[in-house]
């Protein structure tokens, strides 16, 4: 899946909280840090055209929301995370697809490692 033809995007990368999501019981207790990425897509001719603010996407409302879902309510798996903030995206009447990737750096894997991260795509169809 990818970005529905004729649609512009908006990038917001590297939203980074602190959660206390994972199934581990220290996780939950101690949180750690997530990283998000989140692309979504619209028409940005309307705001290109008239320099109007309110006929686009106000990306710090976008990464406020983004902040907030990451430190909400504990869920076991970044994935569930993922789809909480894809519906995040989409709460915005002028998105039609989005893209959202969660990172977890400190995941607990037993070797070494630079990066977990899931990658979802949702749209309005």
Do not use: N
Request: charged share 20%; glycine share 8%; with cysteine.
């Amino acid at each position: 899946m990818s970005a529905p033809q004729g649609l512009d995007q908006i990038a917001v990368r590297g939203i980074s909280a602190i959660g206390y999501h994972g199934v581990l019981e220290h996780e939950r207790r101690e949180g750690q840090r997530f990283v998000v990425d989140v692309v979504v897509a619209l028409d940005l001719r309307p705001a290109a055209g008239s320099g109007d603010l309110s006929r686009t996407l106000d990306y710090g409302t976008l990464a406020r929301g983004v902040h907030d879902a990451i430190t909400s309510d504990p869920v076991d798996l970044i994935e569930t995370l993922a789809e909480r903030i894809a519906g995040v995206c989409l709460e915005f009447a002028a998105v039609g697809w989005t893209q959202v990737t969660v990172h977890k750096p400190a995941a607990p894997i037993a070797v070494t490692f630079t990066d977990v991260a899931v990658t979802i795509e949702r749209s309005r169809t």
